[in-house]
């Protein structure tokens, strides 16, 4: 059976001069952008298919990627950008490919000394897996099932795959079974959610786990609401229910695939691990006890306590005062009003925000979603540094 493995951009092998970046809104929070022409990132993997994903920068001067797996070739110009950010946007699909081993190589051809396209992810199509791989489902996958009420949204740039599912009814549930060890749930929070029990989480039979979003947070896309850890390897089912007219959304999920000695897959036992076989514990928002877990973690042993935790967001970015805030980062080159399309020039912290058009600050979103961004005017020693607290719900379209 073929599946979709997910890599975060730092897994890649690069050469020539690149600058780290990253948003929350994005993989793991982090991007990877060049300022050198001929600087490439190249990465190894076992499949069928592989798409490069990342983030383009809005009103920028003109920069291009190029890519390559064996003899398959193909380009993506930022001039297709337009006047937004543009969020895990497809860059390259490359065509299908024999089942075995291919290297991806990506070079950066035209560059501008601050970011415009920016490597967040890679998707590839498998039917192996060695310790390390982690597979990405999206809200969208045939093996999760809703009940009616759920409603799907197209076209919002901050979620993955520009896709979402949400509820508003009470007792509304969708169930998802999965082979593997380990399990992520991702969703967006809005501000209607903020310290109301939004969601029960049930895996294997086992005792609730509710979900009570922080009271601190506004309205955010890529939040983690879910996770459990140390799973014995084999298939379960976790069942996600609303409990509140609070607005329950779900984005993706991250699955850490049974591995046997080989590095391949582990057959399934066929049977629904009880809840009796594991020890689960789960960790309440605010406690101080919760924490993201890294997405490309190595596979989890099958030992040990099995570790349920609701969270309270993506722990990607920094809660101050009740709200989140985003602060400039300093930096030897700092962007001015006429080209705030990246980050500075100079290598910057992973926690370095992209930046967006003057529009987009007077209306606090992008495209109707919250962005923790900060932005700098003028040149030189007269900079004048602000700091931009965005509190607007996030919004989304119906499906079309």
Do not use: C
């Not at 996958?141 to 809703?146: E, F």
């Not at 084999?234 to 069942?239: E, M, N, R």
């Amino acid at each position: 059976m073929s599946n979709t493995a997910i890599v975060d951009e730092r897994a890649m092998q690069y050469s020539g001069s690149w600058t780290d970046a990253g948003a929350f809104i994005e993989f793991s929070g982090t991007t990877r952008w060049s300022s050198a022409q001929g600087s490439t990132a190249k990465y190894t993997f076992q499949g069928t298919q592989i798409t490069v994903y990342g983030t383009v920068a809005p009103n920028s001067p003109s920069a291009s990627m190029s890519f390559g797996v064996d003899s398959f070739t193909g380009s993506y110009s930022s001039t297709s950008a337009g006047g937004a950010v543009l969020y895990h946007e497809a860059l390259w699909t490359s065509p299908p490919l024999s089942d075995g081993q291919h290297t991806l190589v990506v070079t950066q051809d035209e560059a501008q000394a601050s970011g415009v396209i920016f490597l967040d992810y890679l998707l590839y199509q498998t039917s192996s897996s060695a310790p390390g791989t982690v597979y990405f489902v999206d809200d969208r996958d045939s093996r999760i099932s809703y009940s009616p009420a759920w409603r799907q949204f197209n076209g919002t740039q901050g979620d993955f795959m520009h896709t979402s599912s949400e509820s508003t009814n009470v007792g509304d549930s969708f169930t998802f079974e999965f082979e593997g060890t380990a399990i992520e749930y991702y969703g967006g929070l809005t501000t209607s959610d903020t310290g109301k029990t939004i969601a029960s989480m049930v895996l294997d039979g086992a005792d609730p786990v509710p979900y009570t979003a922080p009271s601190s947070l506004p309205g955010t896309t890529n939040s983690q609401i879910f996770n459990a850890t140390n799973l014995a390897p084999g298939t379960h089912k976790l069942v996600v229910t609303s409990a509140d007219t609070a607005t329950l959304w779900a984005d993706y999920f991250l699955v850490t695939p049974n591995v046997d000695a080989s590095g391949d897959p582990s057959p399934s036992p066929g049977t629904t691990t009880s809840s009796s076989s594991s020890s689960f514990t789960s960790t309440i928002p605010g406690s101080g006890g919760a924490t993201s877990s890294n997405p490309s973690a190595s596979a989890h042993s099958s030992s040990g306590t099995s570790s349920i935790s609701p969270l309270g967001g993506s722990g990607q970015s920094t809660v101050v005062g009740g709200s989140r805030q985003s602060t400039i980062v300093s930096g030897s080159s700092i962007p001015s009003a006429s080209n705030t399309n990246g980050p500075s020039s100079q290598p910057v912290s992973n926690s370095t925000p992209h930046s967006v058009p003057t529009a987009a600050i007077a209306a606090g979103t992008v495209g109707g979603v919250i962005f923790p961004h900060a932005f700098s005017f003028g040149t030189g020693a007269d900079v004048l540094m602000i700091t931009v607290t965005f509190l607007t719900p996030r919004s989304h379209g119906p499906s079309v």
